[in-house]
């Protein structure tokens, strides 16, 4: 089955300062990858996903890039507030209607 | 964008009871939803896919006979645990795949189950 891989677990930046999240899949048909924040206690949050036909999906302070020969996605976060502090799911699924994968997860920190 | 809830958003209940935990869509059809269970500080993984009119699929692990889902209806899919114990507790949580779009994935607001 797909196996979904996340790195760093935790990351730490000063506002300002960009992130970069990535994840790696081993399924080549996976087609739809979306990313998730989820703050305690609530549901994940849809913040940006990107599908196999393109490469690099932009939504002001975020974007993600995908590199499927490579079988990576990453996550970019520019200009860091305080208020980007969550933990942050990558997922990944291969056919439309079905469940998604989840990576296990990186905590981001930014501090003032 | 749809509109999942989930009832109850919190319960507590003494080991070996049993507890529903209702999912719904609000403004559209679901034939399929899913179930995922969150322990603290981890990931969410998927329990098992809900089909409206069938059978469950549950995952490799996942005890069927202690976590009883019924898809009733176009909108409502429960998931019982039976004989709760301690370990049972976590954040589950649904979701429902949208419609036209149908790789976009709605989830419900979770449910915190704790065991006492």
């Known amino acids: 089955g797909e196996n979904v891989e996340q790195h760093p677990s935790t990351l730490s930046v000063q506002e300002g300062d960009s992130a970069v999240i990535k994840c790696t899949y081993s399924?080549?048909?996976?087609?739809?990858f979306p990313w998730y924040k989820q703050e305690l206690g609530k549901r994940p949050q849809l913040i940006i996903d990107?599908?196999?036909?393109?490469g690099e999906k932009k939504d002001q302070r975020i974007a993600v890039t995908l590199n499927k020969t490579a079988k990576h996605f990453s996550l970019h976060i520019t200009e860091t507030q305080p208020e980007d502090s969550a933990v942050y799911f990558c997922?990944?699924?291969?056919?439309?209607?079905?469940?998604?994968?989840f990576g296990k997860g990186t905590t981001l920190s930014v501090s003032s | 964008g749809a509109v999942v809830s989930q009832h109850p958003s919190w319960v507590i209940c003494k080991s070996g009871t049993s507890v529903k935990i209702e999912c719904r869509s609000l403004d559209f059809q679901a034939t399929t939803m899913f179930w995922y269970r969150q322990f603290p500080k981890q990931s969410l993984m998927l329990m098992a896919t809900s089909n409206e009119g069938s059978k469950a699929t549950y995952e490799q692990g996942v005890e069927k006979d202690k976590f009883l889902i019924n898809h009733a209806s176009l909108t409502l899919s429960t998931l019982t645990v039976t004989s709760a114990h301690p370990e049972d507790s976590s954040f589950y949580i649904c979701s429902c795949p949208g419609q036209g779009i149908t790789d976009t994935q709605y989830f419900g607001p979770g449910t915190r189950l704790t065991v006492l």
């Open positions: 399924d080549s048909a996976s087609n739809y």
């Open positions: 997922a990944v699924t291969n056919q439309a209607g079905t469940a998604l994968i």
């Open positions: 990107i599908r196999s036909n393109v």
